[in-house]
């Protein structure tokens, strides 16, 4: 099993700068991709970043630009740095993990609210 825990969220006025992160552990040699998801209030969870154990990245095209995905193998840690933070970027931010053999596993989520 893999345990993944998010910190780093808050309240920013726009313009501002966050910086999320997810420790994960556990089968951590299983992980193939992580990946950042978002869920504003009423809406369905989407998409926010990924990156492959190759270093290769996603972005979803709201957040292209501003929004980096990052990891530190050493801390079993993965970064999202967020930039020019919109009050549309609001909502509870999860980081997930998808395994080869086990399926997905995600953290509790972690709050980000950006007022205007």
Known sequence: QVQLVESGGGLVQAGGSLR???AASGSIS???VMSWYRQALGNKRELVASITIYDRTNYAAPVKGRFTISRDNARNTVYLQMNSLKP???????CKA???YEGDYWGQGTQVTVSS
């Open 98 to 100: 998808n395994t080869y």
């Open 30 to 32: 299983n992980i193939n």
């Open 88 to 94: 549309e970027d609001t909502g509870d931010y999860y």
């Open 20 to 22: 999320l992160s997810c």
